[in-house]
């Protein structure tokens, strides 16, 4: 066994555990999105197609997490549609609804 020691990060922000999982329960399901856009017809298609092109947002709210994937500022012009609101029951962590923004 090695000694190993613990590299000392600044920390950007904590996120609960419980709210890490309600954003990977909904990301699961937003990457399946991801792979559908057909990334060799446009730059826009292709930026939408990769999760690191979007802001995620996650709220409580009665009973439920609510998580936003909101698309960057795309500099090759204007973005139509990508991104989607989840609704993840807090008790079960299963999706209630989703939306796909158009």
Same mark, same amino acid.
């Given at each position: ?9 600044r ?12 954003? !990977?329960?909904?990301?699961?399901? &937003?990457?399946? /999105?991801l792979?559908?856009?057909? =990334?060799?017809?446009?730059?826009? #298609?292709? *930026? ?14 009665? !009973?439920?997490?609510?998580?936003? &994937?909101?698309? /960057?500022?795309?500099?090759?012009? =204007?973005?139509?549609?990508?991104? #989607?609101? *989840? ?16």
């Amino acid at each position: 066994m090695t000694d190993e020691t613990v590299t000392k990060i600044r920390t950007d922000f904590i996120l609960p555990g419980k709210y890490f999982l309600a954003c !990977n329960i909904a990301y699961l399901d &937003f990457s399946k /999105k991801l792979k559908l856009y057909p =990334v060799n017809t446009s730059p826009s #298609a292709a *930026y939408l197609a990769k999760i690191e092109n979007y802001d995620v947002s996650i709220a409580h709210d009665d !009973n439920k997490y609510i998580v936003v &994937f909101t698309p /960057k500022p795309f500099q090759g012009g =204007v973005l139509k549609g990508g991104g #989607a609101q *989840y609704l993840v029951d807090e008790n079960d962590f299963k999706i209630v609804s989703k939306i796909y923004f158009k």
